[in-house]
């Protein structure tokens, strides 16, 4: 049976969507699986922690642990899967449109290239994770002060 180009990109999107969406709960399943660190409760914990770290600005020791968990997080490969999954799902929409237009020898319309939206959302997600993962070097270098008040950590 030929399906056309189309047709063959539309079923290699959704096995890819297969293998990235079980990619996906594998990683989820893990993170679920941890002891969270206490900073992680805090609202706005992380953002905090992360700027303090790409500041190279002295930390607490728990601040330290919570941003080596943050910044191992975001190093995973598994980590990738998530922009992955949803790039493909993008690719998928796109495709199978194109793959029914062909069939029905239509012309693509606006609605056909929507899937780019999360396509291009899903690239902004990787370079946040890049983002975080290369502030791994910053971590060998930061130093530890005496541990912070939780008060401070939730001003900043």
Known sequence: MNLGPWGDLTILAALMEMVFATCVFIYISRLENRTSHPLGDQVGAHKAVLAKLRKREPMSRDE??????????ARSPLAYAIPAALFTIGLFYVVGCLFMLHLDGGHPSFRTFIGGIPMLTSMNMANQLRRVARLNGNLKE???????????????
């Open 64 to 73: 330290v642990d919570y941003a080596t968990e943050l910044v191992d997080d």
């Open 142 to 156: 930061v130093s530890v002060t005496a541990p912070e008040s939780s008060d401070e950590l939730a001003t900043a």
